[in-house]
């Protein structure tokens, strides 16, 4: 079974400045997909960003990017010019290649609060 | 669109008690999906569905029933509340095929179990 780890609970930025979050998984498999949840204090889940193993090129979304590291397992989150409406918990999940129902498997999230 | 939508938002059960928790999608999502988020933790599965008629187990499902008699609907059944059971569960669905396999999000339903 996957498993992913967040090893960083909580995490602090200044308004306008940089964050990494930090992800790690655990698979055997070549062809996985990763993905980037955000959840606000509204507790909507909101898909951040996305990123297909087999892709070398990192992934970017206007503020959003990952630095996909996938000898390493790595799958860190990086936003620039934090805004204070990123002020929410961060989550990284698995989606592995054999997976009929496309079912995800979830880090244990960080709390990110950007401060003004 | 109304996109995925959970009925309740917020419950409060007796230990013993039973109740039915009600997804709806309006995107004619085939995958649908129940989840629990306990509290400093992220979110897991505890039954899926990968078509109407058809339901599967999770990572978590004891204690708790699913029914996929819709195409849009999706219910998860606690027949016994038990305090372990409190939680947040959220709902979601997606669409068939790996290339289209971002899941999406219902509001939540809170649910305390006394």
């Known amino acids: 079974a996957q498993t992913v780890t967040q090893s960083q609970p909580e995490m602090s930025v200044q308004e306008a400045e940089t964050v990494t979050l930090s992800c790690t998984y655990d698979t055997s498999e070549n062809n996985y997909y990763l993905f980037w949840y955000k959840q606000p204090p509204s507790r909507q889940m909101i898909l951040v960003i996305r990123?297909?193993?087999?892709?070398?090129q990192n992934a970017t979304e206007n503020r959003f990017s990952v630095n996909f590291q996938k000898a390493a397992k790595s799958f860190s989150l990086k936003i620039s010019d934090s805004q204070l409406g990123d002020t929410a918990m961060y989550f990284c999940a698995f989606l592995g290649p054999d997976n009929a129902g496309n079912m995800l498997t979830f880090g244990g999230g960080t709390r990110l609060m950007v401060k003004p | 669109n109304a996109g995925v939508t959970q009925t309740p938002k917020f419950r409060v059960l007796k230990t013993g008690q039973s109740m039915t928790l009600l997804c709806a999608q309006d995107m004619n999502h085939e995958y649908m999906y129940w989840y629990r988020q306990d509290p400093g933790m992220g979110l897991r599965l505890i039954h899926y569905s990968v078509g109407e008629g058809t339901t599967a187990k999770g990572e978590v499902p004891d204690g708790y029933n699913v029914s996929r008699l819709k195409k849009q609907n999706f219910l998860l059944g606690l027949e016994s509340a038990a305090p372990s059971q409190t939680s947040v569960y959220f709902c979601?669905?997606?669409?068939?095929?790996?290339?289209?396999?971002?899941?999406?999000f219902g509001p939540g339903t809170r649910l305390t179990v006394l």
């Open positions: 979601a669905s997606s669409y068939v095929g790996r290339r289209y396999n971002e899941q999406f």
């Open positions: 990123q297909e193993a087999y892709k070398q």
